[in-house]
């Protein structure tokens, strides 16, 4: 990551830590982000829920990043047909974000994945007074995805009840980490 760019997203992700931190159960920067230099971000789990909060640099411009978080309502959906049409479902009254199924390599299963990402040029300085209205669309979002991470497991594993939730470990922050990186 260029070094504007790493610092920009620093300061975006410490923001955000800093929020979670005084809002959520459980907050950690599992080992796989520590060790991966264009990545920075952690991991919250509140309620049943795991959100995945990262900050990476764009493939081809180092001097370019994105923000995105992520959750998984369900893991391990062996009804990926019917993942698939509760996902749609979900896309169609969703304001925000999006939901997708990741199949897995065997095709014996899916993860459904919430993501939400956040492109803007005042992500850069996400500490400057004038990007208040970022900060409280940063909070808002961080909401959202907590709140999804719980209450979409709860409605998926009612239509779809094989689903299973992630939960606090490394392993299943890497599986929702994997999810994301198509």
Request: with cysteine; aromatic share 10%.
């Amino acid at each position: 990551m260029g070094v504007e760019a790493r610092r920009a997203a620093g300061r975006t992700i410490e923001f955000l830590r800093s929020l979670a931190e005084r809002q959520y159960d459980r907050v950690w920067t599992p080992d796989f982000l520590s060790l991966t230099p264009d990545v920075q971000g952690f991991v919250v789990y509140h309620h049943g829920g795991l959100v995945l909060v990262y900050g990476a640099v764009v493939q081809g411009d180092p001097t370019r990043w994105f923000f995105q978080m992520a959750c998984a309502p369900g893991a391990d959906v062996a009804d990926i047909s019917g993942a698939m049409t509760w996902a749609n479902i979900r896309n169609r009254l969703a304001d925000t974000g999006r939901y997708y199924c990741v199949v897995k390599a065997d095709q014996s299963a899916c993860h459904v994945v919430f993501t939400l990402d956040v492109w803007s040029p005042l992500l850069d300085d996400v500490t400057a007074p004038e990007a208040q209205t970022v900060r409280d669309l940063l909070d808002g979002a961080l909401a959202v995805c907590v709140h999804n991470a719980a209450a979409d497991f709860r409605d998926l594993s009612a239509y779809l009840p094989a689903a299973r939730p992630l939960n606090p470990t490394e392993v299943d922050a890497w599986t929702l980490f994997a999810c994301t990186q198509d």
